[in-house]
């Protein structure tokens, strides 16, 4: 029979996402029996992340300074930014290192049956911040469902009156798909996307 210590942090460790109340078990009983090596430096961590992380009054995103190092950063392209439904969009598009501009997480998509609204998102602040000048580009990189797209559309209106460029990211074939291993709505996307090669 475990402790009430040992119950607690598994039930904390099954809320992380991908853990289940197996999984918890197992990640408890290898934190423990390493609890010099790991346990007790993931507590002082969680404890510091707890303290000194906040979002970027700015773009949303996390980091220990407000504004973030993203937006501190006079090399990154000022004129463009890239709107994303979370901060682990904006890290995904960090780590492909193909984006060298600013970002706006909107900290979800509009969905009308779990009663997000706009006013429940940064959209304002989106606006605010094109408002202010400087911007010449924004960049919809919202993911392909149907609150996706309903948002995306939703920015694009809003934006419109800006006079700014507002695109999105490409959908389609993947780099290294196969066509038969592909569902209908993405080969029916990349055909109406299709560009020319000459």
Not at 100 to 123: C, F, K, N, Q
Request: negative net charge; hydrophobic residues 40%; proline residues 3%.
């Amino acid at each position: 029979m475990a402790s009430s210590e040992i119950d607690q942090l598994i039930q904390l460790m099954s809320k992380i996402p991908g853990l289940g109340a197996r999984s918890a078990r197992r990640a408890t009983l290898h934190l423990i029996k390493h609890r010099e090596s790991l346990l007790s430096p993931l507590g002082e961590a969680m404890a510091a992340a707890a303290t000194n992380v906040k979002n970027c009054g700015s773009c949303g995103n996390l980091d220990t300074t407000d504004p973030c190092g993203i937006c501190q950063n006079n090399t990154r392209d000022q004129a463009t930014i890239c709107v994303v439904e979370d901060v682990s969009d904006l890290w995904a598009l960090e780590r492909a290192g193909a984006f060298a501009g600013l970002y706006h997480v909107l900290g979800g998509t509009l969905s009308p049956l779990d009663g997000v609204g706009p006013e429940d998102l940064r959209i304002d602040e989106l606006i605010t911040r094109v408002a202010d000048g400087g911007v010449s580009e924004v960049i919809v990189a919202l993911n392909a469902t149907v609150d996706g797209q309903t948002t995306a559309h939703y920015l694009t209106d809003r934006l419109e009156e800006s006079g700014v460029k507002v695109s999105h990211l490409a959908h389609g074939v993947p780099v290294g798909g196969e066509l038969d291993y592909l569902d209908d709505g993405t080969l029916a996307t990349a055909l109406k996307s299709r560009r020319s090669l000459v």
